[in-house]
T-cell receptor, first 114, second 109 residues
Framework: NAGVTQTPKFQVLKTGQSMTLQCAQD?????MYWYRQDPGMGLRLIYY???????DKGEVPNGYNVSRLNKREFSLRLESAAPSQTSVYFC?????????????FGPGTRLLVL | GIQVEQSPPDLILQEGANSTLRCNFS?????LQWFHQNPWGQLINLFY???GTKQNGRLSATTVATERYSLLYISSSQTTDSGVYFC???????????FGTGTRLTIIP
């Protein structure tokens, strides 16, 4: 099992450019999440999906859109990147209803917006 | 929203020492998790522990939900334990997690 995978690992964008961060999990988990981590801080939830076809805003959703393409994949899109979106982005998944809400994380995507 | 406070913010120990990390939270929760972020940035789930005590090797965790705190114990520290330890909590009926700002642990050989 690969667990949670994310692409790309690194990306540099210019202000105003768009891009999509990809996330996939092979653990048959229902729930998936997108977080951002800024230097010296904990993670903050951007968006969350409890199942295919459903999404919900987290703490910092402005400037982002998401798509839960199927059970395995959850993508994060920046339509018009801003320097304030420079961060490390983590995707995670979990399977509530199995007795645990433990979240498992991907390796992260480092994004620099110039 | 829920506030999560971790202490101490930084901890430097010799290899072989024991440590206790604390997580206080401001409201009732039914979801509490501890994570280790290694120096390469990878986040590893250590414990899902909304209440009670769990042990995994040299690590153990205790959550006292009624008093709104959790403790992570690391015994016989090794250099590979270095990194940042995060506590994250979620309220009843909600899968969303709020993270603390972490405890940075440095183990010196």
């Amino acid at each position: 099992n690969a667990g949670v995978t994310q692409t790309p690992k690194f990306q540099v964008l210019k202000t105003g450019q768009s891009m999509t961060l990809q996330c996939a999990q092979d653990m048959n988990h229902n729930s998936m999440y997108w977080y951002r981590q800024d230097p010296g801080m904990g993670l903050r939830l951007i968006y969350y999906s409890a199942s295919e076809g459903t999404t919900d805003k987290g703490e910092v959703p402005n400037g982002y859109n998401v798509s839960r393409l199927n059970k395995r994949e959850f993508s994060l899109r920046l339509e018009s990147a801003a320097p304030s979106q420079t961060s490390v982005y983590f995707c995670a998944s979990s399977h509530p209803g199995t007795g645990t809400m433990a979240q498992y994380f991907g390796p992260g995507t480092r994004l620099l917006v110039l | 929203g829920i506030q999560v406070e971790q202490s101490p913010p930084d901890l430097i120990l010799q290899e072989g020492a024991n440590s206790t990390l604390r997580c206080n939270f401001s409201d009732s929760v039914n979801n509490l998790q501890w994570f280790h972020q290694n120096p390469w940035g990878q986040l590893i789930n250590l414990f899902y522990i909304p209440s009670g005590t769990k042990q995994n090797g040299r690590l153990s965790a205790t959550t006292v939900a009624t008093e709104r705190y959790s403790l992570l114990y690391i015994s016989s520290s090794q250099t590979t334990d270095s990194g940042v330890y995060f506590c994250a909590v979620g309220p009843f009926g909600n899968e969303k997690l709020t993270f603390g700002t972490g405890t940075r642990l440095t183990i010196i050989p």
